[in-house]
């Protein structure tokens, strides 16, 4: 339906704004959190559920946490950043140059992109698919994960103090 | 009648707003909530083209959007790992403090 | 008295077939275009309804038995017996002062039990309460419950960091440090389950534990890597629902309430509904995954949603009564018992399972005895090897301060 796209749009927009733009970075990590949970509402409106769940599994179940746990770490004795203005002013500017140039294309593109048939992603099928044509990669991603749990408890572990 | 308009209009702005929060913002944690709000809209678009394009390969927009939050989220977890090290010599996680590599 | 029983669960069977039938009816009244909402406003409606009473019920049942437990009887001031004290507890509640610090952050303050209680309650929608009575029959049924558990964590720590309390903030922190070590135990014990269905939609979980040798059930649990798979979940259950003994989070006798420490009134009453809740919701999910679901116990006695919650609420009794039982764990213990015991633990119920399936086809006589004594071995022996590992590896040290320096 219309009106659950243009909820979750507005939920996109104004928890990511929030989240590059709120003065402490702890609000900055739950916006984050709204942004994303928003982002799988609209993955299940377009008919992927296991995206949706996953994404809110792993996003907000588990990098929005981690990032919680690393700021209290790593709080800072004086209190959030006064934003200079001149700074946002040219960041501000990039990102509406490039928006504008990506929204140009998208909406003088002619090509007729009709809603097909809803494609089926069962879990059976996605099961399927990572068993047989994406098993390599989902080695490799395996692989990956494991190296960069491994790295990041070895990069984040403090130096053996001696007592 | 949502069509793929839309979610290029809002996968871009998503895009962008990411885009402005890694160009201004120092403090480096919310920087890399500009890089995973950049990756997000990447996965939306991936769904939305899957969904409202002709699939030659069926799942292949899901397969890689899987994949994708995959590697976000050890990216994101490398990447922390980073900042808690640097806290540690720096006691800061301002990055414009960090340039001694700078010259 | 068997008999009136026996005629008193037929009638109960009789009943749901009606009830089904009477809510099709009430619903044909209405023009097609309303109909999906109004399914939708009822389905919500009933099922808050049902566990809002399910959890004056066992708020009661908690406190009695925990009283007979401790040798004292529980509250019976109220009503006869006590059974109108959530009631009284109720308005307790609702006419409290609303206390909020001065230097709390109002807006994630505020948040913090909302953001608790919707999740849970929206996983209650992909339980199968029934034959026909599932709200909502998602392919993705059980990865659509964790990933509603796993959206309430976070609630813990906003509750924690927002009000500005030493006491608070550790018991966030705790909170979720304990619910992300056990969510892994938990979701690969279910895993096992998924793997010998086949299938993640619940309903269709249910429906294949709906088997009888001769009359008995052939339910998960009683197949060797669903005992110990429905073991290790619920152990891991009350450590995500900070239950007792896993409680560190709120531990009253260490940090007053925790991360709950700022709050009273009804947020305060959204925060112990929101925990019951949770308690609700994984029992729901043991029963459905391991304990057979809606199947009756024996093959001649009619399935219903009765036994759904007959089964859920022997859960909560059993988490209540462990909670009157064991003394609290320390932290170091939990994460102990969360990374080096049941995750190892799981996954070796995920080879056991697989093992049993697929020596499923000896069916010699003695075939089921060989089965069940070599899948409990594969599991037992490395239990008990593990837990006297760790047992023996503590030693004597001085203490280190981590966060001290």
């Known amino acids: 339906m219309q009106i659950t796209f243009y909820i979750f749009g ?124 994406y098993v390599l990669p989902m080695e490799a991603l395996g692989l990956l994960l494991t190296v960069a749990g491994i790295g990041a408890v070895v990069v984040a572990m403090p130096d053996k103090k001696v007592l | 009648m949502i069509s793929i308009t839309h979610y290029l209009i809002l996968s871009s702005a998503l895009f962008c707003i990411g885009l402005a929060g890694v160009l201004s913002r120092r403090n480096a944690i919310v920087v890399l909530i500009g890089i995973e709000l950049m990756l997000n809209a990447g996965n939306l678009n991936f769904i939305a083209f899957w969904r409202f394009g002709a699939n030659p390969q069926p799942l292949a927009g899901v397969m890689f959007v899987i994949f994708s939050i995959a590697i976000a989220a050890a990216e994101a977890a490398v990447g922390l790992a980073l900042i808690v090290a640097m806290y540690r010599h720096y006691k800061t996680t301002d990055l414009d403090r960090l340039s001694s590599l700078k010259g | 008295m068997i008999n009136t029983g026996l005629a008193a669960i037929f009638l109960w069977a009789g009943l749901e077939q009606g009830l089904g039938k009477l809510l099709d009816h009430g619903l044909s009244l209405l023009p097609p275009a309303w109909r999906t909402w109004a399914t939708i406003v009822v389905l919500v409606g009933v099922m808050l309804g049902v566990f809002a009473s399910l959890f004056a019920l066992s708020t009661l049942l908690e406190r009695k038995g925990l ?193 709950m420490t700022e709050y009273s009134g009804f947020k305060y009453a959204v925060f112990f509904m929101g925990e019951y809740f949770g308690m609700f919701a994984v029992s729901g999910l043991a029963v459905t995954l391991f304990l057979g679901g809606w199947n009756a116990p024996l093959s001649f006695l009619p399935a219903s949603f009765l036994w759904f919650f007959a089964k859920l609420m022997a859960l909560v009794l059993v988490f209540i009564w462990v909670r009157g039982t064991l003394p609290r764990v320390r932290v170091d213990q939990l994460m102990n018992l969360a990374w080096k015991y049941l995750f190892p633990m799981t996954l070796l119920n995920l080879f056991v399972a697989a093992l049993w399936h697929y020596t499923a086809v000896w069916r010699a006589p003695g075939g089921l005895a060989l089965r069940w004594v070599l899948c409990f071995a594969a599991i037992a022996v490395p239990c008990a090897v593990l837990a006297r590992a760790m047992m023996r590896s503590h030693k004597w040290a001085p203490r280190v301060y981590r966060f001290g320096d």
């Open chain 1, 10 to 133: 507005l939920l996109v927009i104004v928890g990511a704004a929030g989240a590059v733009s709120l003065r402490k970075p702890i609000h900055c990590a739950l916006s984050l959190a709204v942004s994303l949970a928003a982002v799988a509402g609209h993955f299940l409106l377009l008919g992927a559920e296991f995206a949706g769940f996953a994404q809110i599994l792993v996003y907000v179940g588990a990098v929005a946490i981690l990032m919680v746990f690393v700021i209290l770490l790593t709080r800072e004795n004086t209190p959030g950043e006064g934003l200079g203005v001149g700074r946002w002013m040219i960041g501000a500017g990039v990102a509406a140059g490039v928006f504008g140039v990506i929204a140009a294309c998208a909406l003088a593109s002619k090509a007729v992109w009709v809603a097909s048939a809803q494609p089926e992603a069962t879990a059976r099928g996605i099961g399927e698919q990572l068993m047989g044509a």
């Open chain 3, 67 to 259: 009283g007979r437990m401790q040798n004292r009887l529980g509250p019976n001031r109220v009503g006869p017996y006590g059974l109108l004290q959530p009631v009284a507890d109720g308005i307790k509640m609702l006419t409290k002062e609303d206390i909020v610090p001065r230097g709390a952050d109002g807006v994630v303050h505020f948040l913090a039990p909302l953001v608790l209680f919707a999740p849970l309650t929206l996983s209650f929608a992909v339980l199968p309460y029934g034959r026909h009575w599932v709200p909502l029959n998602l392919d993705a049924g059980l990865l659509f419950f964790f990933a509603a558990g796993s959206a309430s964590e976070l609630a813990a720590f906003m509750a924690g960091w927002s009000s500005r309390n030493k006491y608070s903030m550790l018991g966030g922190m705790r909170a979720i440090a304990q619910m992300i070590s056990f969510e892994m135990p938990l979701v690969v014990a279910s895993l096992s389950v998924v793997m010998i269905s086949g299938t993640m939609s619940l309903a269709a979980i249910v429906e294949r534990q709906e088997a009888w040798l001769w009359i008995f059930p052939k339910w998960n649990v009683f197949t060797p890597w669903g005992l110990a798979g429905f073991g290790l979940f619920i152990v891991a259950a009350m450590a995500e629902t900070n239950r007792s003994p896993f409680d560190l989070p709120e531990g009253e006798s260490e940090i007053i309430g925790g991360f």
